[in-house]
């Protein structure tokens, strides 16, 4: 079966905390693709990252950073000095390789208070 | 570029009535997925087809949705007839088959329909 855990519902920081959210997955499969997405306030969903299961090489872009653990089944997600403008609803989503559905784990809110 | 493009943003109908939510995918992209978001159930997949043709229905929740595709830059999601229990953001999304060194490619989403059914 395949699934997605976020067990942070809901985190609240202060600007310019660091945080980190998690994300462990479940699968069978040795190809699949991990993906996390952005949902502001204003109810869209924005595309942040895509990794596939071969390439465990952490990313950075920015305040943003991502550690892939195929150890662990974890996929996190953090936040560096965070800001107002980071407040949104997190997603993390796990593909198969070959097909087409993303499945969601149920996000993580995160407040970033000024 | 033009993203995805859903219709309408907001629906408030009462119940028994047809909806029909519309989604134009990003051109050239040959997957086209429909998403359903509500606070108990979070994101759920409805369906996607591939080059027109529905690949996965699975969760579509009841007879009373349907969707078509009846060409690669245009798609219908129906519900007749509404209950109040089908309240929720629905999602549109696309993306291109992604194999080999390009890998699987993002799924790029419209902004949602937010539906309320009275």
């Known amino acids: 079966a395949q699934k997605v855990t976020q067990a942070q519902t809901e985190i609240s920081v202060v600007e310019k905390e660091d945080v980190t959210l998690d994300c462990v997955y479940e699968?069978?499969?040795?190809?699949?693709?991990l993906f996390w997405y952005k949902q502001p306030p204003s109810g869209e969903l924005v595309f942040l990252i895509r990794r596939n299961s071969f390439d465990e090489q952490n990313e950075i872009s920015g305040r943003y950073s991502w550690n892939f653990q195929k150890s662990t089944s974890s996929f996190n997600f953090t936040i560096t000095a965070s800001q107002v403008v980071d407040s949104a609803v997190y997603f993390c989503?796990?593909?198969?390789?070959?097909?087409?559905?993303?499945?969601f784990g149920k996000g993580t809110k995160l407040s970033v208070k000024p | 570029d033009a993203g995805v493009i859903q219709s309408p943003r907001h629906e408030v109908t009462e119940m028994g009535q047809e909806v029909t939510l519309r989604c134009k995918p990003i051109?050239?992209?040959?997957?086209l997925f429909w998403y359903r978001q509500t606070m108990m159930r979070g994101l759920e997949l409805l369906i996607y087809?591939?080059?027109?043709?529905?690949?996965?229905d699975s969760g579509m929740p009841e007879d009373r949705f349907s969707a078509k595709m009846p060409n690669a830059s245009f798609s219908t999601l129906k519900i007749q007839p509404s209950e109040p229990r089908d309240s929720a953001v629905y999602f549109c999304?696309?993306?291109?088959?992604?194999?080999?060194?390009?890998?699987?490619?993002?799924?790029?989403f419209g902004d949602g329909t937010r539906l309320s059914i009275l």
């Open positions: 051109s050239g992209h040959d997957y």
């Open positions: 999304a696309s993306s291109l088959t992604g194999l080999g060194a390009r890998g699987n490619q993002p799924q790029h």
């Open positions: 699968t069978r499969d040795t190809t699949y693709y």
């Open positions: 087809f591939n080059n027109n043709v529905p690949i996965d």
């Open positions: 989503a796990l593909r198969r390789g070959s097909q087409g559905n993303l499945i």
